[in-house]
């Protein structure tokens, strides 16, 4: 039970714990509560040397950067892709005008024309593209969203477990102290009122030994 005290006394913060207090301790009455404060602690040092969220979380914030770059840069690109869909319609249009006035023969004005629509083709492509990326980037922010959340929610679930298990030990620590512990006041040299053998029962008020203090 010492043991345990000085374990849990020793405890700063969560986050400075790194080691677990030994398995196989004796405790009487708290037995049980050790045992699931045990387990709730492996679960918790488990839980920060896996470092599953963060490292999720990390990822997904790489992801979303990167996909960032690539929309930035497409929009880049479907500004050109525009100009020159545009510049192949009008072509298009004086190709018409000129094939009306017998300037360009009909297969000149069916190859503008292809071209025209290719290139009006390559817009809506493009315009399609970055719908996707826009999908995507949503997805991977919802994604990282609920990963901070979980990671946030199963952190303060095992912490504030471990909080009211180590407020338990404690306070049952004390209780042992009142019930088991004989404690004098004052330092000295114990006289003892009658012969004890190991084990043997103790009634509540009777007198065990005296405490002459020390010079």
């Not at 849990?8 to 207090?21: A, E, H, Y």
């Not at 995507?136 to 477990?161: G, K, P």
């Amino acid at each position: 039970i010492r043991s345990l005290e000085r374990y849990l006394s020793g405890i700063v913060s969560l986050d400075s714990l790194c080691s677990l207090p030994p398995k196989e301790l004796i405790l009487g009455d708290m037995q049980g509560l050790y045992a699931s404060f045990y387990l709730t602690l492996t679960e918790y040092l488990q839980f920060k040397e896996l470092d599953y969220y963060p490292q999720k979380i990390a990822y997904t914030r790489d992801r979303i950067k990167q996909n960032e770059i690539s929309y930035n840069d497409y929009l880049r690109q479907k500004k050109l892709i525009e100009e020159q869909a545009l510049l192949t319609h009008r072509q298009y249009t004086r190709d018409s005008v000129w094939y009306k006035n017998g300037v360009v023969s009909h297969e000149d004005l069916e190859r503008s024309l292809a071209q025209d629509l290719q290139s009006r083709l390559a817009v809506e492509s493009c315009h399609s593209t970055l719908q996707n990326m826009q999908t995507t980037l949503l997805q991977l922010r919802e994604s990282l969203l609920d990963a901070e959340n979980q990671y946030a929610d199963r952190r303060r679930t095992l912490e504030t477990q471990l909080n009211n298990l180590a407020s338990q030990l404690s306070t049952s620590i004390q209780t042992w102290e009142l019930n088991y512990v004989l404690v004098a006041p004052i330092d000295g040299n114990i006289t003892f009122a009658n012969y004890w053998a190991e084990n043997q029962n103790v009634t509540a008020q009777q007198i065990i030994f005296t405490v002459v203090p020390a010079e």
